[in-house]
């Protein structure tokens, strides 16, 4: 916001500043029912943070629960094939529930039982967060509600009976677009409502202060393994790290550790649908411009007059039509930058992955795949390339059938 | 004329009548049909008009205004309507002043300065933005007040004493008190211990207190303005106007608007 304070001199990696901007970026932008639970979530986990209590439980948990650490799988048919740099692939897929969002979720469910919580909140898109909360939530005994869009519920029923299997209640949408953007302003509303007894649980680097730092903060254990592992097995730290962006969490969670690294590149990748040129992508960055959305300052995808604009992208999870402050703040900062896919892009780099490494990649870290495989052969063989393959791609078997199905046949790549 | 509206809570509470502050949707379900409905309840006694700019993500409106909204974005209302329905109900001779309720983006997106030329040119007093936080009032303040137009700031059940002298702090000409935890809507009964809460509140404040959120009807508007500077419609008025048929729409908000400034000024 213009006037909000800029300190160029901060370093990247002490942000956000205690009112919840990266930059300009972040704050707190909801109505003031709001504003006294996001102090009290701010303050219980500004204590969680310093409790080493707290994080004996989350490194518990993330163990023996979800499985970490997750492998840095070093791509060699892929490297081979490329010709360029060597590809390491930061396996979130092999994540409990597939997919990076579970992390999250853990960190978010033991901070909302400190709070003494009994019911939990969340918003989804594809339904991975939803999943993993729900998860979660059984996990711990606790009562949870999903937010999900009435066209999201009919587009992925399989993860919707699978939160119903959980435990979940999962209500759909039928607001606005019907899509993940509208499952987060019912969440809010939700939340507005029963602020007292219940946790909103986000699953992205969205929303208000503090909850980009937290999702953040409970991501960075991503990079944080990448960093110990790529300098186990390389000797050396990577000269780029690629991920897919559209809230951001996956992406953060990996970067945040190598932000001092000043030599280590980074790259996000948003989804660019049928192309930035037309009006079906979900490039925020690329074509967005600063404003509010739930809660906070970043790029939104947006017309003239600020409505809030639809989104597209094959891949489900990519769908927000904002990102996360941190990333806003890097991007300006020219500490990351952003690029795009298409979905015909991230489609070629699902088949590559499968064909060669074995490997079925959620349509989401196809994106950041397909940018990695452009980026390889532009650099030398010693260059070291680490994308995160933020969740598995089962969930998306059916949606690439409808594009491939009929021009795919088996045999060698 | 943000002056106008600190003077008309200073009568209002000599005279110990409370005032009443109806909402209407921009562009719902047209722009005659809002402008008639808004021309309606000035006649019909209104002592402000709020005018509701949709926004495509209104994270603090009920499920009543979010229908209404979209169906107005749906139908083409752009945001500076709303100076155009300032300048027509202004030419239309109706002095009472005006307030643009929307959320913060659009205003962002406008440019403040813009917003305040524009509000301050055609006639307009002032603001309402339920997700501009108390914090960032005093970035806009200054702006606002140097065209004399006013910010209003909100307080919720939730407020801490600490937000709450922070919101009588700002100089403005009233507060807007949600009455409940919750989104904007028409609900049957009042919050339980609401007007406990407002008398409570009122002897603490400086600053007039304006109740909105799901008051539904003349008589809930009466025991609110019991304990109140001023009471608030928005859903059930909204809710009214969807079920009348677009040539009677003036007549029944009219009616809807005389029967609570009768029954505000009947105690």
Request: charged share 20%.
């Amino acid at each position: 916001m213009r006037s909000s304070r800029r300190n160029p001199a901060a370093e990247p990696a002490h942000l956000p500043d205690p009112e919840g901007f990266f930059g300009p970026y972040g704050g707190q932008y909801v109505p003031e029912t709001l504003m006294v639970a996001l102090r009290e979530l701010g303050e219980a986990y500004t204590k969680a943070r310093r409790d080493p209590r707290f994080q004996r439980e989350f490194q518990y948990y993330l163990a023996e629960y979800d499985g970490r650490p997750t492998p840095l799988t070093f791509a060699s048919n892929l490297t081979r094939a490329l010709k360029g740099a060597r590809l390491y692939l930061k396996r979130e897929d092999l994540n409990h529930t597939g997919a990076h969002k579970i992390n999250n979720c853990l960190g978010q469910i033991l901070l909302a039982r400190r709070m003494g919580k009994k019911r939990i909140i969340a918003e989804t898109g594809a339904g991975q967060h939803g999943v993993a909360t729900a998860t979660v939530c059984a996990l711990f005994g606790v009562k949870c509600e999903v937010f999900m869009g009435e066209e999201d519920v009919r587009r992925q029923a399989l993860n919707v009976f699978r939160m119903r299997l959980l435990g979940a209640q999962v209500h759909a949408v039928s607001s606005g677009t019907r899509t993940l953007k509208d499952a987060m302003s019912e969440a809010i509303r939700d939340w507005v409502t029963n602020v007292r007894t219940t946790y909103y649980l986000i699953g992205s680097t969205a929303g208000p202060h503090p909850y980009p730092m937290i999702v953040r903060d409970f991501q960075k254990v991503i990079g944080e393994e990448a960093r110990r592992q790529v300098l186990r097995q390389a000797g050396r730290l990577p000269d780029a790290l690629v991920a897919c962006v559209n809230g951001g969490s996956n992406a953060i969670g990996l970067f945040y550790p190598f932000l001092k690294d000043r030599q280590v590149r980074m790259v996000g990748v948003e989804a660019a649908g049928d192309g930035v040129k037309t009006k079906r992508h979900a490039a925020t960055m690329a074509k967005g411009k600063p404003g509010i959305l739930h809660g906070s300052y970043s790029y939104v995808l947006q017309d003239k007059d600020g409505q809030i604009a639809e989104t597209h992208s094959i891949s489900a999870g990519l769908d927000y039509p904002g990102v996360g402050p941190e990333h806003a703040w890097l991007r300006d900062t020219k500490r990351a930058s952003y690029v795009s896919a298409t979905d015909q892009q991230a489609l070629e780099a699902f088949q590559a992955l499968a064909r060669h490494e074995g490997i079925l990649p959620a349509l989401e870290s196809a994106h950041a795949a397909y940018h990695a495989m452009k980026m390889a052969p532009r650099l030398s063989k010693k260059s070291i390339l680490i994308v995160n393959l933020s969740g598995r791609g089962d969930k998306d078997v059916n949606t690439v059938l409808e594009r491939l199905g009929s021009k795919l046949k088996g045999g060698a790549p | 004329m943000s002056f106008q509206l600190q003077r008309m809570f200073q009568t209002a509470r000599l005279q110990r009548r409370p005032l009443f502050l109806p909402y209407i949707c921009l562009g719902y379900p047209s722009y005659q049909a809002s402008l008639q409905a808004a021309q309606a309840a000035l006649a019909a006694g209104a002592s402000a008009l709020e005018l509701g700019v949709p926004f495509s993500d209104p994270i603090a409106d009920g499920p009543t205004l979010q229908k209404a909204t979209h169906y107005s974005l749906q139908h083409g209302t752009k945001f500076a309507d709303v100076f155009r329905m300032i300048q027509d109900l202004r030419r239309a001779g109706f002095r009472q002043p005006l307030l643009v309720m929307s959320y913060l983006n659009l205003v962002e997106q406008f440019g403040w300065e813009d917003f305040a030329a524009a509000l301050s040119k055609t006639g307009g007093d002032g603001a309402i933005l339920p997700d501009l936080p108390l914090e960032k009032f005093p970035l806009f303040t200054p702006l606002m007040r140097s065209k004399n137009l006013a910010l209003i700031p909100f307080i919720a059940p939730t407020s801490s004493p600490q937000r709450i002298k922070m919101a009588d702090a700002q100089g403005a000409p009233f507060l807007y008190y949600v009455s409940v935890t919750g989104v904007t809507g028409a609900r049957k009964t009042l919050p339980s211990g609401l007007l406990r809460a407002l008398r409570t509140l009122g002897d603490r404040l400086e600053t007039p207190l304006v109740v909105g959120f799901g008051i539904s009807n003349p008589a809930q508007a009466a025991q609110v303005g019991k304990v109140a500077d001023g009471v608030i419609i928005a859903s059930a008025l909204v809710q009214l106007i969807s079920k009348t048929p677009v040539s009677k729409i003036s007549g029944v908000v009219g009616r809807f608007c005389g029967q609570v400034v009768n029954a505000l000024h009947e105690f």
